[in-house]
């Protein structure tokens, strides 16, 4: 299972940390893997294109992502991509853990 938690300081999303794997198929052929990584990368993306200034880690199986200064653009991006995470949840049950935490 995926385990993906969301970040928040005060009510208002900060960053995220994302490790595992779905376990719905084999590796090279999960789609639900596939969309989680592929909605994980664009959103780094984003927040670097965006000057955001994402702070990221990434080690075995693990990646973490914080913003530097919290701000409309960063929230957005990153309320959606938690948004994106709920629907993969609902087309392909148990694959993902989302939680928040408070830092």
Do not use: W
């Not at 900060?14 to 990584?37: E, K, L, M, W």
């Amino acid at each position: 299972m995926i385990r993906a938690e969301f970040y928040e300081s005060k009510g208002i999303p900060i960053g995220f940390r994302f490790s595992g794997h779905s376990g719905y198929a084999r590796a090279g052929r999960d789609v639900a893997c596939a969309a989680v990584s592929s909605a994980v990368q664009l959103t780094i993306n984003l927040l670097d294109s965006l000057g955001c200034k994402p702070d990221v880690k990434v080690g075995d199986n693990v990646i973490r992502c914080t913003v530097g200064e919290s701000n409309e653009i960063s929230q957005t991006v990153l309320k959606q991509l938690k948004l994106h995470f709920e629907a993969v949840l609902e087309e392909f049950p148990k694959t993902i853990n989302i939680t928040n935490s408070e830092v």
